[in-house]
């Protein structure tokens, strides 16, 4: 990593983060209601519009992964750029078609990716799959819910989500100052100690050996900037809200250094429902 610090630095851009259905902590969400919104194909074009469903039976098909391992990114900025409103959050400035997709994402991954700073932000637990993406998971041979990874510098992860269900893959540094909780709360499988620094590239080829192939990080923008630095991500996934916000919040890649070359990005497809648009952007090509 270019900062030791930078995998914790801010918490999660949500999708959907305040919306009541939804908790990045893990909380299962029952069925949708009149206000989901339909969606919109834009691109490619000719598809039909994706309306409510529980079991998001054709979003899923549309994010369907096109190989494995992949990993992918999920986040969202307003109109000039913000990754979160004036109150330093995401939830300010996310919407009810976002949720869908979140809901979509994590259901089809084995694995969500986060900062320890988004961990203690949104007080993240064990993901728990909504109970109308279980059978499609049981047919994918997939287990019910995904695992539960945290990139932390300083070791620095709430008890809580240590202990909350299966324990999360862990990826710290022998000088984390919390290392000692890390080492109390995990078995040795789960936690992977680096000397000196965090390699995420590693980190994300240990959790494929593992056999968690389809990851999904949440961020926060320090870690997604060390994901793309490192070359890992293969697709982002990107929410614009239709907002004009101001302010110097972050964009959602963030980092000390600019990526040189640019990394292009190839639009897969556009979603769009009351102004928001949802795009799915290519890193890598399958």
Same mark, same amino acid.
């Given at each position: 990593?270019?900062?030791?610090?930078?995998?914790?630095?801010?918490?999660?851009?949500?999708?959907?983060?305040?919306?009541?259905?939804?908790?990045?902590?893990?909380?299962?969400?029952?069925?949708?209601?009149? /206000?989901?919104? $339909?969606? *919109?194909?834009? &691109?490619? !074009?000719?598809?039909?519009?994706?309306? =409510? %469903?529980?079991?998001?039976? +054709?979003?899923?098909?549309?994010?369907?992964?096109?190989?494995?391992?992949?990993?992918?990114?999920?986040?969202?900025?307003?109109?000039?750029?913000?990754?979160?409103?004036?109150?330093?959050?995401?939830?300010?400035?996310?919407?009810?078609?976002?949720?869908?997709?979140?809901?979509?994402?994590?259901?089809?991954?084995?694995?969500?990716?986060?900062?320890?700073?988004?961990?203690?932000?949104?007080?993240?637990? /064990?993901?728990? $799959?909504? *109970?109308?993406? &279980?059978? !499609?998971?049981?047919?994918?041979?997939? =287990? %019910?819910?995904?695992?539960? +990874?945290?990139?932390?510098?300083?070791?620095?992860?709430?008890?809580?989500?240590?202990?909350?269900?299966?324990?999360?893959?862990?990826?710290?540094?022998?000088?984390?100052?919390?290392?000692?909780?890390?080492?109390?709360?995990?078995?040795?499988?789960?936690?992977?100690?680096?000397?000196?620094?965090?390699?995420?590239?590693?980190?994300?080829?240990?959790?494929?050996?593992?056999?968690?192939?389809?990851?999904?990080?949440?961020?926060?923008?320090?870690?997604?900037?060390?994901?793309?630095?490192?070359?890992?991500?293969?697709?982002?996934?990107?929410?614009?809200?239709?907002?004009?916000?101001?302010?110097?919040?972050?964009?959602?890649?963030?980092?000390?250094?600019?990526?040189?070359?640019?990394?292009?990005?190839?639009?897969?497809?556009?979603?769009?429902?009351?102004?928001?648009?949802?795009?799915?952007?290519?890193?890598?090509?399958?």
């Amino acid at each position: 990593m270019r900062d030791r610090a930078t995998s914790e630095a801010e918490p999660r851009l949500e999708a959907g983060g305040t919306v009541p259905q939804a908790s990045p902590c893990g909380a299962t969400v029952g069925h949708m209601d009149d /206000a989901t919104p $339909t969606l *919109e194909v834009l &691109l490619p !074009a000719g598809l039909p519009a994706i309306r =409510p %469903d529980d079991a998001e039976a +054709a979003l899923a098909a549309l994010f369907a992964e096109p190989r494995t391992p992949w990993l992918r990114a999920n986040m969202i900025a307003t109109l000039d750029g913000a990754a979160t409103g004036a109150d330093h959050r995401s939830g300010s400035i996310n919407d009810p078609a976002d949720l869908r997709v979140f809901h979509t994402l994590r259901a089809l991954a084995d694995v969500v990716l986060v900062g320890a700073g988004t961990v203690r932000a949104e007080s993240y637990r /064990a993901p728990r $799959t909504p *109970e109308p993406f &279980l059978a !499609a998971r049981r047919r994918r041979g997939q =287990p %019910d819910h995904p695992a539960l +990874a945290v990139l932390t510098a300083s070791g620095d992860i709430p008890v809580a989500t240590l202990t909350d269900g299966p324990p999360p893959w862990v990826f710290t540094t022998d000088g984390a100052a919390h290392l000692d909780r890390l080492q109390r709360h995990l078995p040795p499988e789960r936690l992977h100690v680096s000397n000196g620094t965090l390699d995420v590239a590693a980190a994300v080829s240990t959790l494929v050996a593992a056999g968690l192939p389809l990851i999904l990080t949440e961020g926060g923008p320090h870690l997604l900037g060390e994901l793309v630095a490192a070359d890992v991500v293969d697709e982002l996934c990107l929410t614009w809200s239709p907002q004009l916000v101001g302010g110097s919040a972050m964009r959602v890649l963030a980092g000390a250094d600019w990526l040189l070359p640019a990394r292009q990005a190839r639009l897969a497809h556009l979603l769009h429902a009351d102004g928001v648009l949802l795009g799915r952007w290519l890193l890598r090509e399958p």
